[in-house]
T-cell receptor
Framework: AQSVTQPDIHITVSEGASLELRCNYS??????LFWYVQSPGQGLQLLLK??????LVQGIKGFEAEFKRSQSSFNLRKPSVHWSDAAEYFC??????????FGAGTTVTVRA | NAGVTQTPKFRVLKTGQSMTLLCAQD?????MYWYRQDPGMGLRLIHY???????AKGEVPDGYNVSRLKKQNFLLGLESAAPSQTSVYFC???????????FGQGTRLTVV
């Protein structure tokens, strides 16, 4: 079965600074990888996804993620954070079956 | 577009009471899922369905039942609520042609 680890529970970043959220997965084959964002009191919104091909994936809101097979990682990055990026971020992995497995989430706080 | 709609959005139950959470999607998706979200644990899959009339257990199915009598609806039932079932519940759906899941806004359930 697949699993996901997000090592950072909480990250604080200054507005305008860069952001990187870590995600490590465990799966025997090439997985489907996702990053979702959840604003307070809201559902989950898909930021980006990786299925195959180019290992650098562009998403919405200026986010990107890089799939590194050798490190079993799919880290999320944004060059310049905006106050509206304060939210909880979830990495998820999907496999050949129908289910997504989620990490525990990373809460991002943006300070002025 | 309505997308995925969950009813109700909030509910408080007493221990031992029963209730049903409704998830409705208007995208003609084949697959539907129920997750629960707890602090520090991400989203965990309760039950899922790959089509009308079919259901299957996920990661944490105990204490819950589900039904998918119509393709657009996926019901989650709690027969005898326990405080451990206090959580935020999310429904999701997707087409069989894509692994991208669409989420509802969530139901915050408190069992006292």
């Amino acid at each position: 079965a697949q699993s996901v680890t997000q090592p950072d529970i909480h990250i604080t970043v200054s507005e305008g600074a860069s952001l990187e959220l870590r995600c490590n997965y465990s799966y025997g084959a090439t997985p489907y990888l996702f990053w979702y964002v959840q604003s307070p009191g809201q559902g989950l919104q898909l930021l980006l996804k990786y299925f195959s091909g180019d290992t650098l994936v562009q998403g919405i809101k200026g986010f990107e993620a890089e799939f590194k097979r050798s490190q079993s990682s799919f880290n999320l990055r944004k060059p310049s954070v905006h106050w509206s990026d304060a939210a909880e971020y979830f990495c998820a992995v999907g496999a050949g079956d129908y289910k997504l497995s989620f990490g525990a989430g990373t809460t991002v706080t943006v300070r002025a | 577009n309505a997308g995925v709609t969950q009813t109700p959005k909030f509910r408080v139950l007493k221990t031992g009471q029963s209730m049903t959470l409704l998830c409705a999607q208007d995208m003609n998706h084949e697959y539907m899922y129920w997750y629960r979200q707890d602090p520090g644990m991400g989203l965990r899959l309760i039950h899922y369905s790959v089509g009308e009339g079919t259901t299957a257990k996920g990661e944490v199915p105990d204490g819950y039942n589900v039904s998918r009598l119509k393709k657009q609806n996926f019901l989650l039932g709690l027969e005898s609520a326990a405080p451990s079932q206090t959580s935020v519940y999310f429904c999701a759906s997707r087409t069989h042609l894509s692994t991208e899941a669409f989420f509802g806004q969530g139901t915050r359930l408190t069992v006292v």
